[in-house]
C-alpha cells in the first residue's frame, strides 16, 4: 500500500478566475498569484498553494492532490498501482511546474474521481499574510485539511482507497435524508498516515461539481466568526449554519466556492492516535448545529 502523507492541495475549475480570486482574498483570507498556466494559486501557508484554479468551462472539482514523503516512497507508490493493474500518467515538466512539485503521477479511483500523488514541494518559504488578517491555517504534517467525494461505485472506491492508498477507516455514517424509512447512503471517512481524523470521505452518491466539501481549519474560534462575517459582507452563499461535529470536533460552518462544492470553514479538529481509536458508525452527523436546510434557500437567493 501507499505511504500518503496528507491532503497536499486541491485543483478546481473555474468560468470566472476573478470571482474565485475575491472569494480567495476576501471570504477565506487566502494569498493569491497567477499560476503558470494562467490560473490561480491560492496559498494558506509556506506553500506555493493549496488550491490551483485553472480557467475552463465549467464550475467543478477537477482533482486531489496526495503526498507522501520522498522519492522512494513516490516510486514504491507507482509499482503498487502497478501491482493493482491500476492505469497511471506521469506528469510531463509542465505539469510538475505548475504543481510545484518534483514529480506527479495520475490515476482515477473506480468512481472516476482524479488523483495526483506528488513529492517534493517547491516554495519560496515566503510569509504568509493574509489579506483578510487570518493568524494562521492548521496545515504543516497533516495536510491541507480534507475532501470529500462521491463515490458512485461505493464498494469498489473503498476497497481502492484502503488495499491501494493504504487509508484507514476513522468511522462512518449511514445517510437518510428521507428518514429511516427511505434509503441509506454511505458516508466514510478515512484517515491515511497523520493524525488527522479524516483527510478523505466517500460518499455514495452522485455530486455534479465533483466534491461535496473541502475542509480548511483555522488555530481559534473567533477567526470562524471573523469568516462568517466576511462571507455574508461578500454575499457569499451559507450552505450550513456553525454547528460541531461528532466526529472530527470541528466547530465549523458551511459555504458555497465559486467551483460549485462547499469549504467547510472550521477549527478545533482532533488529533488521533491510530494505536488508540476505535472506528465506530454515529448517528448524528452534529453535537450542535449544522443546519443544512439553509443551502437551498441561500442558493435560490444567490440566483435570483
Not at 35 to 51: H, T, W
Not at 64 to 77: I, L, N, T, Y
Not at 194 to 210: K, M, T, W
Not at 280 to 295: I, N
Request: hydrophobic share 45%.
Amino acid at each position: 500500500m501507499m505511504d500518503i502523507r496528507g491532503l497536499a492541495y486541491v485543483v478546481a475549475e473555474s468560468t470566472d478566475l476573478p470571482r474565485w480570486k475575491n472569494f480567495a482574498e476576501g471570504v477565506l483570507g487566502m494569498m493569491t498569484a497567477p499560476a503558470p498556466d494562467g490560473g490561480l494559486y491560492v496559498r494558506m501557508d509556506e506553500r506555493q498553494f493549496r488550491f490551483a484554479v485553472q480557467s475552463g468551462a465549467r464550475d467543478a472539482y477537477v482533482a486531489s492532490g496526495w503526498e507522501v514523503a520522498g522519492q522512494p516512497a513516490f516510486e514504491a507508490a507507482l509499482a503498487v498501482l502497478q501491482a493493482a493493474g491500476v492505469a497511471y500518467t506521469l506528469g510531463d515538466a509542465a505539469l510538475c511546474k505548475q504543481r510545484c512539485v518534483q514529480q506527479v503521477a495520475i490515476f482515477q479511483d473506480p468512481s472516476g474521481n482524479r488523483h495526483e500523488v506528488v513529492w517534493g514541494f517547491q516554495s519560496d518559504f515566503a510569509h504568509f499574510a493574509s489579506p483578510a488578517g487570518v493568524s494562521r491555517f492548521v496545515t504543516g504534517n497533516i495536510g491541507m485539511g480534507h475532501t470529500v467525494l462521491p463515490a458512485a461505485e461505493f464498494e469498489k472506491t473503498v476497497a481502492f482507497f484502503k488495499d491501494v492508498m493504504g487509508f484507514g477507516l476513522a468511522d462512518l455514517f449511514n445517510f437518510k435524508p428521507a428518514g429511516d424509512a427511505g434509503p441509506s447512503l454511505p458516508i466514510h471517512f478515512f484517515h491515511c498516515n497523520n493524525g488527522r481524523h479524516h483527510s478523505l470521505a466517500l460518499a455514495g452518491f452522485p455530486v455534479d461539481s465533483g466534491c461535496v466539501h473541502v475542509m480548511v481549519e483555522v488555530e481559534n474560534m473567533p477567526e470562524v466568526g471573523r469568516a462568517i462575517d466576511r462571507m455574508f459582507a461578500h454575499k457569499v452563499p451559507q450552505t450550513a449554519t456553525l454547528g460541531q461535529h461528532t466526529n472530527d470536533k470541528v466547530t465549523s460552518f458551511y459555504m458555497r466556492a465559486p467551483s460549485n462544492f462547499d469549504v467547510e470553514f472550521g477549527y478545533g479538529g482532533a488529533v488521533i492516535d491510530w494505536q488508540e481509536h476505535i472506528a465506530h458508525e454515529f448517528t448524528r452527523v452534529s453535537l450542535w448545529g449544522h443546519d443544512f436546510s439553509v443551502s437551498a434557500k441561500s442558493l435560490t437567493e444567490e440566483k435570483a
